[in-house]
Structure formats: structure tokens, C-alpha cells
């Protein structure tokens, strides 16, 4: 079946501009998060959801990040006023219901270029 | 909090020879331990996954994992590297019952020399 699904697969966008990026979990999967990969920092937790809420969001870096999730099924995680230092690879994982009884599924990441 | 260290961000070894990537977790025995494998320009896809049910866990592709409370590890092992298990390898903990955040290791990459 298809798995997660992330685009744009790159994105290159100058210093200031905001940015969208989108993830389409698994079908039926209600648990969904977002993390981060970037050089000299690894992989990061951003945010996680269960349904369209977001019990953890104690990864988002600042208040310049945001994510929303509707219909319990995509989500979009959006940058504003991009700093050069958001340049990295963003992941989305979805899972069936979270990791007691599943895996984290993961996509194949969006590469956030800020020139 | 919860962090796990992998000692080696590079390791190489021989084809046909023991695979041995080592992963420390630091602080309380975690509900949930795991391995990773990234192949070039692709996602993370879950090798194994250890949720205390049993010490010894056996992955995908002859990888197997043992969890040492004694010595709070958790290395990935496999008995005969093949040039297809070329690729960067994370350990990730997850801190408590019910946290759904992942802690990753900073991922150890896997060279096979043929």
C-alpha cells in the first residue's frame, strides 16, 4: 500500500520568505509527527498528533514554526520569515495509533533549502 | 531526559564479517528502544524494535538487537555483513509509557568494503 507521502521532495527559498510543507500520513493512521534532520544537529522531534490535536509540540524550535493537521489526515508544516539555520531535511512519520501498539512510519523528507 | 549515544559515526567492515553498531541509552530503563536504517535519499525504515518482552530482538535483513540493562546498551548486530547493508544506521528511545516523542542518536554510517 502507499506509504507517507511529503512534498515538495526540495524546496529552495530565500532568507525571509515563508514556507509550506506538506505530509500525507498513511491512510487511517491517527497518530503523526514531524521531525527534523539537519547536519551537527541529527534528527530532532518538532511536533506530534493525535487526530487533529497536538498533545506535544515541545519541539518546535520558535514561534516562527507552526503546524496544523486537518481531517485527521494531512498535515502542513509552515516555516515563516525562514533563517538559514531551517535549512535541513524535514521528516513526517505516521503511525496507527502510536508507538505502544505500532511503528513510526516515515516519509522520504522534504530538503528546506534557505539561500 | 532521555538520550541515547551510538559510539562511531563511521564504521566500516568487511564483507562477510561481523556487523556491530553500539547504542548507550542514558538513564532509566525506557519503555521502547529502537533501530533504524536510512538507505541513501530515502526515509527511516524500522529495523527492529525492543518493547522489554524480550531481551534479544530480531529486525529485518539478519539484524538483531540485545538489550542490556546491566550496561544500559542496546547494539545492533549482524553475523555477516552483505554490500547491501551499506547506509546510516539510528538507535532512538523513547522516554516514557504513553510519549510518543522519539530521541534519535546522532546515526552511525555503515561502509562494507568488498
Known amino acids: 500500500g502507499a506509504g507517507v507521502s511529503q512534498s515538495p521532495s526540495n524546496k529552495v527559498t530565500e532568507k525571509g520568505k515563508d514556507v509550506e510543507l506538506r505530509c500525507d500520513p498513511i491512510?487511517?493512521?491517527?497518530?503523526l509527527y514531524w521531525y527534523r534532520q539537519s547536519l551537527g544537529q541529527g534528527l530532532e522531534f518538532l511536533i506530534y498528533?493525535?487526530?487533529?490535536?497536538?498533545?506535544?509540540k515541545s519541539g518546535l524550535p520558535s514561534d516562527r514554526f507552526s503546524a496544523e493537521r486537518t481531517g485527521g489526515s494531512v498535515s502542513t508544516l509552515t516555516i515563516q520569515r525562514t533563517q538559514q539555520e531551517d535549512s535541513a531535511v524535514y521528516l513526517c512519520a505516521s503511525s496507527l495509533v502510536g508507538l505502544a501498539n505500532d511503528e513510526q512510519y516515515f516519509g522520504p523528507g522534504t530538503r528546506l533549502t534557505v539561500t | 531526559a532521555q538520550s541515547v549515544t551510538q559510539l562511531g559515526s563511521h564504521v566500516s567492515v568487511s564483507e562477510g564479517a561481523l556487523v556491530l553498531l553500539r547504542c548507550n541509552y542514558s538513564?532509566?530503563?525506557?519503555?521502547?528502544l529502537f533501530w533504524y536504517v536510512q538507505y541513501p535519499n530515502q526515509g527511516l525504515q524500522l529495523l527492529l524494535k525492543?518493547?522489554?518482552?524480550?531481551?534479544l530482538v530480531k529486525g529485518i535483513n539478519g539484524f538483531e538487537a540485545e538489550f542490556k540493562k546491566s550496561e544500559t546498551s542496546f547494539h545492533l548486530t549482524k553475523p555477516s555483513a552483505h554490500m547491501s547493508d551499506a547506509a546510516e544506521y539510528f538507535c532512538a528511545v523513547s522516554a516514557d509509557f504513553g510519549n510518543e516523542k522519539l530521541t534519535f542518536g546522532t546515526g552511525t554510517r555503515l561502509t562494507i568494503i568488498p
Open positions: 525492543y518493547t522489554s518482552a524480550a531481551t
Open positions: 498528533f493525535q487526530g487533529n490535536s497536538a498533545p506535544d
Open positions: 491512510s487511517g493512521h491517527t497518530a
Open positions: 538513564s532509566s530503563v525506557p519503555p521502547y
